[in-house]
């Protein structure tokens, strides 16, 4: 019998590391994907910690092909994929929106939406044959709404949550849980520590390895009571008024 496999696309050392640790404690086999095997150094250390089966595939989430490629490989070698976890996103460059290039905005579409549906279409038929299987999207609360200062950004994860939802009201109904997760708020991770500098402070971000908690939690959620949309923030953030 072949060990569930959750493949994440985007494995970092913050969200990335900590999702990986986290699936591979609960007995799945890991497949990383990313750009360049450095990039998902700290989330296969952390997921060997706890003896799961840890790969490395390449792909890069601005070359679709690349994306179905690498999940083709992944199913070969390791097996059908239970979980896919697309945690890659565009740049956040901060610019006034007449200020957005074309390039730009190509760029920024072919990481969150174009990047994210090839995964999605690389796994769901599969799923759908199973009536099985979770699909998760790391976003952000840009998803919904507009910004004058960072305009790139919020156009990709509006389009990610378009897409997240069109999937999810096609597809739910196939046993596959789709789930849209907007991170309202900054992760506890290396970059952001650096960005605020003496002004760092645990309690004002989110810990990556709770954020993961809450992926895992929402894959156990019942047919009955299915959350598609989950916003996340620690008790310290400030809404916005």
Avoid at 49 to 58: D, G, L, Q
Avoid at 99 to 116: K, P, R
Avoid at 125 to 145: E, L
Wanted: net charge negative; hydrophobic share 45%.
């Amino acid at each position: 019998m072949t060990q569930s496999v959750c493949a994440i696309i985007g494995a970092g050392e913050g969200l990335g590391r900590a999702l990986a640790a986290k699936f591979a404690s609960q007995g799945f086999d890991i497949a990383l994907i990313s750009r360049t095997e450095s990039g998902s150094a700290a989330a296969r250390e952390a997921a060997a910690a706890v003896s799961a089966n840890v790969r490395y595939f390449c792909a890069d989430a601005t070359r679709p092909e690349t994306v179905e490629a690498a999940l083709a490989q992944v199913t070969d070698e390791m097996g059908d994929i239970d979980v896919l976890i697309y945690n890659a996103r565009g740049s956040f460059t901060a610019c006034e929106p007449l200020d957005m290039s074309y390039a730009a905005l190509e760029d920024v579409f072919q990481v969150e939406v174009i990047g994210a549906f090839a995964a999605a279409k690389s796994v769901l038929p599969a799923m759908i044959k199973r009536s099985r299987g979770s699909v998760f999207f790391s976003s952000a609360t840009a998803a919904f709404r507009g910004s004058g200062k960072y305009p790139l950004y919020a156009i990709g994860k509006f389009g990610l949550r378009a897409l997240s939802q069109s999937l999810s009201k096609a597809y739910a109904k196939d046993g596959v849980h789709i789930v849209h997760v907007r991170l309202d708020c900054d992760l506890d991770v290396p970059i952001m520590r650096e960005a605020y500098g003496d002004t760092y402070d645990t309690t004002s971000l989110a810990s990556p390895d709770d954020v993961a908690e809450s992926y895992w939690l929402a894959h156990l959620q019942p047919r009955s009571a299915w959350s598609n949309e989950i916003e996340l923030r620690p008790c310290t953030e400030k809404w916005t008024y």
